[in-house]
């Protein structure tokens, strides 16, 4: 005890327990408090902190998601059937009807299967045959009052789509005409350009390769 009556810091032997006492029990408490106190602060001050850092993660995290979103849809987009697939076959169904209406004598449909478009041109044997749909319709008109017997097919059609309005296509050909006093026989490859316009797929070229004549023995 001191002079003036209080307890000395000690230590106090309480059967096996050491008990402190005294002033300095009271300053180590408020300074335990003191230290709590700061350390609450601290944790005020560092969780908007971390707040924020989540949003900014978040966000990151989104627009991560959304490029890759934009991504697959374009890449959906590119491989997902369209004008690629209908220009096939309508090209298809265009060469396939040019050759079922010669063989028919169809004059009015083979002259509907050509484009009347800058461009045009029709070869045949190495030569620019027919330079525009109003040449070669007038050699079709040449051949309405020939009777003549006309075999016309195709095969193996190709078609490679070159835009949403243009194709290029290639298929054998086998053609031989009779008639009186006249024969024409050619087989080879049929190849060309065909375009879209306002009511359907067009020629607007095309070119007949010959295959060599067969030599004798």
């Known amino acids: 005890m001191t002079a003036n009556g209080e307890f000395e810091p000690s230590q106090v032997q309480q059967g096996e327990r050491k008990v402190l006492s005294g002033p300095a029990v009271g300053n180590n408490v408020a300074i335990r408090a003191k230290v ?49 697939d209908e220009g096939r076959r309508a090209v298809t169904e265009l060469v396939q009807r040019w050759s ?6 169809d004059w009015d449909a083979v002259a509907n299967t050509y484009a009347d478009a800058d461009g045009f041109v029709w070869i045949e044997q190495g030569e620019a045959r027919y330079a525009s749909r ?31 309005n243009a194709a290029a296509f290639r298929a054998h050909y086998v053609l031989s005409v009779s008639a009186e006093g006249f024969s024409y ?27 060599p004549a067969a030599e004798g023995p």
Not at 100 to 105: L, N, S, W
Not at 140 to 157: C, E, K, W
Not at 185 to 211: N, P
């Open 36 to 84: 709590a106190h700061i350390g609450l602060s601290q944790l005020e001050r560092i969780a908007p902190g971390r707040k924020r850092l989540s949003c900014t993660l978040e966000a990151a995290m989104i627009r991560q998601l959304l490029i890759a979103i934009a991504v697959l849809c374009a890449s959906a987009c590119a491989q997902a059937p369209g004008d690629g």
């Open 100 to 105: 079922d209406a010669g063989e028919a004598q």
């Open 185 to 211: 026989a050619s087989e080879g490859m049929l190849s060309g350009v065909a375009i879209k316009q306002e009511d359907g797929w067009r020629f607007l070229q095309g070119s007949f390769s010959e295959q």
């Open 134 to 164: 109003a040449a070669i319709v007038e050699g079709l008109n040449q051949a309405r009052g020939m009777s003549a017997s006309i075999r016309n097919d195709v095969s193996d059609i190709v078609v490679t789509p070159l835009g949403d």
